[in-house]
């Protein structure tokens, strides 16, 4: 039999790959190695010539198992004893241990039913019992657990076991606690940091009054009980649990002091009961002894014994962090994940992420129930919401913000030939609306303190082909508008604002979008959605009037005039040639669900920005936006900029070990002038433009969104400062 072993090279995996070898079975280990000793490599493990055969080793993260290329070639079986373990280990993270314990345990038994594997064998614990609600717990008892570490075992038996089939049959061997020598050797569990305390100080102690009942487990008997479980009839075994240890191995706490006292000598046992732990299960093991045959061959003397020779007969540090679980996750998570580590983040933390609920359900729900998808009554509440939230008199709702600028510049009269002046660092489509237009774009440089358009350099850049000046608000700061303003008044030409970015944007406590014509966006990840859509603000009527009709394909009327209640009995009429660009009542119902959440979302973007503000703000590493004293944030985008001389890597690199370390960033943007349409076939080159040029390596925007906790921004920083600070 072929059998796949995750966690194979660990403290159980061993004896359990060794036993599985002696049997004559194939094994194949699946395993990080990272609790290996630094002097031991995985290959080490197996080098016996007393073997008569090798174990097949993968390196690997089951984390990632589907990542795994024929991680299941001819497999048979599974002994998955991959996870964390130990209370203090998953009490680093609940979230970590949940992915790992659970998630995982779940898609390893996924691949396997993929891959026809018929047998699965799960390494759980008696910890599940957590504090017993009886005297006797067996199998039938229900289980109680009280501990991160045994709440994951117990969710991952109950997600395994639901996946039984009759071509899958797994089995749960809650384990209890081992103990005794394994070459991938732990001292903290219960009898092996007795025993190593003892020899080494003289003195035990014991916490929480000591009067709390475990069952012990030698490590080999575990790993011979895995076999058997392995090796059992399906009838036998298939969909059940078992308790594996024996009866008599079921000790109290205290009186497990007193026996590894005794067997060592002039040793002192110092109980204190300032640390009560509530976690006291006496086990039976009836089950498995009557059905399997199964008897331990180890006793707690043996295992005491065996700690003994082992740390007389050499010098080695038993409270080093490499026999500690805990100890060697926090350094692991002190690592880069490419340099062997752990993700800062359990989870992804995504960039951006849209903030819908119930509201918005029930919102397009309705709508949908209405018949009325495209043009519709929802279209003039958005429009009047929107209007009056950025003080401007008229709003008019198009299908996305691309269709808003490509609206305003038709409506500015720009022709083939004409000149529209932007900043370099922006979405694509700012520029390629444009140029689809057949007009032609040119670049001003920006302010480096802002990202935006440096109003300084402006007038050199216009022609007597200028037509438009469209300042682009990144990230949700307003441009300087009074000192572009004064250039467009003095040169005759149209401002168009590029307001993707900026609702609840305040320039000198004016609303962006105010005056106008200001263009916003409702993309999935902008300060609020529709999905997709964009609005048009301004405050001229006629403009309003202009771009309404064009909108609508030219027509005097929309779908809701020629076809609702009151619709005129008349065929519509086409006064200009218009686009299709109008926005849905679908979307409009959900964007007056998210209008109606909007100060809570722009609250919680400031709070956000401010704690990055707060945290970030001494690290030499990177400089943190910087905010003028006359403008309100909108904070669309936390964007950070990396002192690539004092970090040794590029802006790409850092983005990638975020990335590794679950974190989701963003570049807003590269400019536009670096892109290969841009830069060859118009010419530009990159040095014309010098702060657009260097900001677009060394930008790189944080997650932000109203769905980020504090721990999302704890982790964020933490990752951040863990990939600048490497240098390995």
């Known amino acids: 039999m072929r059998i796949l072993i995750t966690g194979g090279g660990g403290y159980l995996g061993y004896w359990t790959t060794l036993t599985a070898l002696e049997a004559g079975h194939d094994v194949r280990i699946f395993d990080r190695f990272c609790f290996l000793p630094s002097t031991t490599k995985p290959q080490d493990l197996f080098s016996s010539p007393e073997l008569a055969r090798r174990p097949e080793l993968i390196t690997g993260d089951i984390r990632r198992v589907q990542e795994t290329e024929g991680l299941f070639a001819d497999v048979d079986a599974v002994i998955h004893l991959a996870g964390l373990s130990s209370d203090p280990t998953c009490d680093l993270d609940a979230e970590m241990t949940h992915d790992v314990n659970v998630e995982s345990t779940r898609e390893l038994a996924r691949q396997a039913i993929q891959a026809g594997v018929g047998r699965f064998v799960f390494a759980s614990t008696c910890a599940v019992y957590g504090q017993g609600v009886f005297e006797i717990l067996d199998e039938e008892s229900p289980a109680n657990p009280i501990s991160v570490f045994s709440r994951s075992k117990l969710e991952a038996e109950t997600a395994l076991l639901s996946l039984g089939t009759t071509g899958f049959t797994p089995v749960v061997a809650r384990m209890g606690t081992l103990f005794g020598y394994s070459p991938r050797m732990r001292f903290d569990l219960a009898v092996n940091q007795m025993a190593a305390t003892a020899i080494r100080q003289k003195r035990i102690l014991v916490r929480g009054g000591g009067n709390q009942w475990r069952p012990f487990l030698h490590v080999r008997d575990a790993a011979r009980a895995l076999l058997l479980l392995l090796n059992a009839p399906v009838a036998d075994v298939a969909g059940e649990i078992f308790n594996v240890g024996a009866d008599a191995q079921n000790i109290r706490i205290r009186d497990l002091a007193n026996t590894v006292a005794q067997q060592l000598g002039n040793v002192a046992v110092d109980v204190a009961r300032d640390d009560d732990d509530r976690r006291t299960y006496h086990v039976r093991f009836a089950k498995i002894v009557e059905r399997l045959g199964f008897q331990c061959a180890y006793s707690v003397d043996t295992g005491i014994s065996e700690i003994k020779e082992v740390l007389v007969s050499s010098n080695i540090n038993p409270f080093d962090e490499q026999y500690f679980n805990v100890d060697r996750m926090k350094r692991l ?84 030939g004409d000149e529209v002046i932007m900043s370099p660092i922006t979405w694509a489509s700012t520029g390629n609306t444009i140029i689809n237009m057949g007009a032609n774009v040119r670049f001003v ?42 250039v467009a008044e003095k040169h005759g030409l149209c401002i168009i604002e590029d307001a993707a970015h900026a609702l609840g944007a305040r320039y000198k406590n004016e609303p962006i979008g105010a005056r106008g014509p200001a263009c916003f966006s409702f993309y999935a990840i902008k300060n609020i959605t529709t999905m997709e859509g964009g609005m048009i603000a301004l405050q001229d009527a006629d403009a309003a009037a202009r771009l309404r009709v064009l909108a609508s394909n030219g027509m005097a009327a929309t779908a809701w005039d020629r076809y609702g209640r009151s619709a ?51 690290l030499d590493e990177i400089e943190i936006p910087q905010v003028a004293d006359y403008v309100e944030h909108a904070w669309h985008l936390f964007i950070i900029r990396l002192k690539l001389d004092k970090i040794g890597r590029t802006r790409n690199e850092i983005a990638y070990e975020l990335r590794r370390e679950n974190i989701g960033t963003g570049v807003h943007f590269y400019g536009l ?16 433009f010098p702060e657009a040029t260097r900001l677009s390596n060394e930008i790189l925007s944080l997650p932000l969104h109203p769905g980020l906790n504090d721990k999302h921004l704890n982790e964020i920083v933490a990752a951040l400062k863990k990939v600048l600070s490497w240098h390995g």
């Open 333 to 416: 998570r002190a690592l880069p994940v490419d340099a062997g580590g752990e993700p800062v983040a359990a989870r992804f933390i995504p960039l951006s992420k849209p903030g819908l609920g119930e509201q918005e359900e029930q919102a397009v729900i309705q709508v949908l129930r209405s018949g009325w998808l495209t043009s519709g009554p929802q279209v003039k509440t958005f429009e009047q919401m929107f209007s009056e939230t950025v003080s401007a008199p008229h709003a008019i709702g198009v299908s996305s913000c691309t269709a808003a600028l490509h609206l305003c510049l038709v409506d500015a009269g720009i022709q083939p």
């Open 445 to 486: 440089d920006v302010d480096p303190r802002t990202l935006n358009m440096n109003p300084d350099l402006l007038e050199q850049t216009i022609t007597e082909r200028t037509k438009v000046i469209m300042p682009v608000h990144i990230a949700g700061h307003p441009c300087d508008m009074d000192a572009i303003r004064a």
């Open 568 to 618: 005129i009995a008349a065929p519509p009429e086409v006064i200009v040639p218009g686009y299709k660009y109008a926005l849905g009542n679908v979307n409009a119902a959900m964007g007056v669900a998210q209008l109606k959440k909007y100060k809570m979302f722009a609250a919680a973007r400031a709070r956000i920005a401010d704690m990055y503000t707060a945290v970030l703000s001494d």
């Open 673 to 688: 002038h670096l892109h290969q349409f841009y830069r060859d076939t118009l010419g530009i080159r990159a040095e014309e």
